[in-house]
């Protein structure tokens, strides 16, 4: 939602996700970023890493930089 209300912030319309994927980590890869207690609370929590396909339009003579 943070990331589609960014682009929307940029003068975009219709701004729609058209394919989400969930993009999984390995608990090897994570401990070389994170000791054993920030993992347990990542994997516990519900963040992760996603690959988005995300379209929009934006209207002709719209030259805003909001948020960029």
Same mark, same amino acid.
């Given at each position: 939602?943070?990331y589609?209300?960014?682009?929307?912030s940029?003068g975009? &319309?219709?701004?729609e996700?058209?394919?989400?994927?969930?993009i999984? !980590?390995?608990? %090897?890869?994570?401990?070389?970023?994170?000791?054993?207690?920030?993992? &347990?609370?990542?994997?516990?929590?519900n963040?992760g890493?996603?690959? !988005?396909?995300i %379209?929009?339009?934006?209207?002709?003579?719209?030259r805003?930089?909001?948020?960029?």
């Amino acid at each position: 939602d943070a990331y589609v209300n960014l682009i929307k912030s940029c003068g975009f &319309l219709d701004v729609e996700i058209k394919k989400e994927r969930r993009i999984e !980590l390995s608990d %090897t890869l994570l401990l070389k970023y994170l000791n054993a207690e920030e993992l &347990l609370a990542f994997r516990q929590s519900n963040a992760g890493l996603y690959s !988005l396909t995300i %379209t929009a339009h934006k209207p002709a003579g719209c030259r805003c930089v909001a948020g960029i």
